[in-house]
């Protein structure tokens, strides 16, 4: 199975999995081995001239009662890509998705997707001086930025399940008063669908304060918008 969001590739829809496949590049994440198989990421630059990564995964596994005997994990990550897409939560654009089964009728599966141009995780900016250069109401913003984005994924009753400090990415696009925030949130092979929003809220807001180093002042500020934009208060979070 395959599923084609790029319309500028030359390469023929049929030959992608294996054009992608073959195209390698420098480990980012060495392959690891769990869930039965192995996952690991590389840095490529197709033949466009575009810089892409690729999740690849062999006999990589998720059981559920949906699928109780096995699915590639990078599906799952798919379908979260989309559905936040359509939410219009800022996530890395899919450029390829796709699995096969090998001759061993083994699992072979691909996530292909666009660079996040510019973006960096946001303890480096902090640690290279983004805050002091920019200020304080950029900082704020970006904050305000971070909780609407969180808020639509949970409003959406999607939980990111792995949300710590390192999931999110910033950038700044242009200068002085023109200067804006932006912010992008990565790494959703764990993403899921909750029943209700409050769930996917509570398990992930509580997650990210668990796993990240902001300053009291500024987790509260989070929390301040991140209600605000969610809709109501989230029992548990110490601002």
């Not at 305000?144 to 639509?152: G, Y």
Request: net charge positive.
């Amino acid at each position: 199975m395959a599923v084609d969001f790029v319309a500028d590739l030359a390469v023929p829809a049929k030959d992608r999995f294996a054009y992608f496949w073959n195209t390698r590049g420098d480990w980012v994440e060495e392959p690891n081995r769990r869930r039965g198989g192995e996952s690991g990421v590389q840095r490529v630059v197709s033949e466009n001239g575009r810089l892409l990564y690729v999740k690849r995964q062999t006999g990589h596994i998720y059981r559920s009662w949906l699928h109780p005997f096995g699915r590639p994990t990078v599906l799952r990550e798919r379908d979260a890509l989309e559905g936040l897409r359509q939410l219009n939560v800022n996530v890395p654009r899919m450029v390829f998705c796709g699995a096969e089964r090998d001759e061993n009728n083994e699992w072979r599966a691909l996530l292909v997707t666009a660079s996040l141009d510019g973006f960096e995780e946001i303890e480096n900016w902090y640690a290279s001086g983004g805050r002091e250069h920019f200020g304080e109401v950029l900082h704020d913003q970006m904050l305000k930025a971070l909780a609407e984005n969180l808020a639509r994924m949970h409003k959406g009753r999607w939980q990111h399940s792995c949300i710590y400090i390192k999931h999110v990415f910033v950038r700044v696009v242009g200068e002085g008063a023109d200067a804006k925030p932006e912010v992008a949130l990565l790494d959703l092979e764990k993403c899921r669908r909750r029943l209700t929003a409050y769930a996917a809220a509570q398990h992930d807001m509580k997650q990210l304060r668990r796993h990240s180093s902001f300053k009291s002042a500024d987790w509260s500020k989070l929390v301040y918008f991140y209600e605000a934009a969610f809709g109501s208060s989230i029992k548990g979070l110490d601002r």
